[in-house]
Structure formats: C-alpha cells, structure tokens
C-alpha cells in the first residue's frame, strides 16, 4: 500500500507569510493526489485535485506541485481563515486511498 | 445547494452494530462514486470504504475490511455503511464525501463534497 507522509507535522506562521508544506509518496502515485483543509468541528475541504487543479472557488493563493512521490502546497500569503490542518489523499494506488497524516498550521 | 447529511451514529458496546446512513440532495446520486472517511477524536483523516456508481467496484481499509458493508440505493439517493463486530477504536467521527468527477465511476478521484459527519462511539 502507498504510505503518504507530510513534513512537516506542524507550523507556526503569521498572516502575510508564504507557508510551504510537502506531502511524500512511498511510491509514485503519478499526479493522482488531492489537498485538503480541515478546520476543527468542520469536514474537510477540497482544495486542490490532480495535483495541481484548484477546486472552484479556492482562492489562488493556494498552489500546488508535483508528481511522481514528491507534492508541495503553498499558500503565498497566509490569511487568518487559513490556519487549519492541510491533508494530502493518493489515488494512483488503491486500496487504500491513503491520506497523509496532516499538517497543522497555527499562528 | 448540493447536499450531503449523514445519519445513524451513536453509543455501541463493543461487538454490536450500527448502520449509517448518507442522503444526498441536489445532485444526480447515481452518477457519482462514494466514499466513507472517518476520524478519530484528535486524530487524522483514515480512508474507510469506498463504491462505485454501480456497486461494480467496492474498497475498503485493511482496518474494517470484513466487518465493514458499503452499500447504495440510487433509487433513494441514499448511501450506507453496515458497521459489525465494532470495535473501541471504531470510534470517530464518521463522514461520507462525494468523488468530484462522476468520470471516476470506480471511486478514484478527488472527494469534493462532504457531510458534517455522524459520531461512533464504541465503549462499554
């Protein structure tokens, strides 16, 4: 099964501040991963599919790279209602749609 | 406003069942794969179960696999998930999630729609 990790694990950063998290597959999962946001008590969000694709409405201070086991999601300024917790998910190779462990993002 | 709202959750000893439930409204259910994710209290995302639109290819975790049914009535809009044997660490919040593309008739894409999620809790 393909294990996703995500690094890191939590972050502390300030609104303004272009923020970085990376997402890793144990095996390629070609461009077949999707982002999430999740705030507390809420489901989660889709922020961007097929790696890169953002989903309607996500504004586009969210971006996103990658192929192959090595994904990154920026958010170039970080805004008050983006501190939440980010999830990657693979679908290249199933079962399981793996998520990743998630990473918190704090002030 | 396209809909999802689970159902069915609730306080279970541990070895008994429960079954879960999932409408969906405004959207043409039938064309749409289907997914159960859930989490535990404090804990991450865990993918549980998923179907496709035509009950042609059914997935699920290692975790739930055996204990776990997913099933759909297109006819009734309505999603479920048969839980048996549960378990303490069933416990979580349970949420079905739409595949975005009904392309990906076989459940494999991107979730885009989510209920608020049904709690399950297995305790004695």
């Known amino acids: 099964a393909v294990r996703l990790t995500q690094s890191p694990s939590s972050l502390s950063a300030s609104v303004g501040d272009r923020v970085t998290i990376t997402c890793r597959a144990s095996?390629?999962?070609?461009?077949?991963l999707a982002w999430y946001q999740q705030k507390p008590g809420k489901p989660p969000k889709l922020l961007m599919y097929?790696?890169?694709t953002l989903d309607g409405g996500v504004p586009s201070r969210f971006s996103g790279r990658g192929s192959g086991t090595n994904f990154t999601l920026t958010i170039s300024s970080l805004q008050p209602e983006d501190f939440a917790t980010y999830y990657c998910?693979?679908?290249?190779?199933?079962?399981?749609?793996?998520f990743g462990p998630g990473t918190k993002v704090d002030i | 406003e396209v809909q999802l709202v689970e159902s069915g959750g609730g306080l279970v000893k541990p070895g008994g069942s429960l079954r879960l439930s999932c409408v969906a409204s405004?959207?043409?259910?039938?064309?749409?794969?289907m997914h159960w994710v859930r989490q535990a209290p404090g804990r991450g995302l865990e993918w549980v179960a998923s179907?496709?639109?035509?009950?042609?290819?059914?997935y699920y975790g290692d975790s739930v696999k055996g204990r776990f049914t997913i099933s759909r009535d297109n006819a009734k809009n309505l999603l479920y998930l048969q839980m048996d044997s549960l378990r303490v660490d069933d416990t979580a919040v349970y949420f079905c999630?739409?595949?975005?593309?009904?392309?990906?008739?076989?459940?494999?894409?991107?979730?885009?729609?989510w209920g608020q999620g049904t709690l399950v809790t297995v305790s004695s």
């Open positions: 179907i496709s639109t035509s009950n042609t290819y059914i």
């Open positions: 095996q390629g999962v070609s461009s077949a």
């Open positions: 999630a739409r595949v975005r593309d009904p392309r990906y008739f076989d459940a494999a894409g991107a979730l885009d729609v």
């Open positions: 998910q693979q679908f290249n190779s199933y079962p399981p749609f793996t």
């Open positions: 405004e959207f043409t259910f039938s064309r749409y794969a």
């Open positions: 097929d790696a890169f």
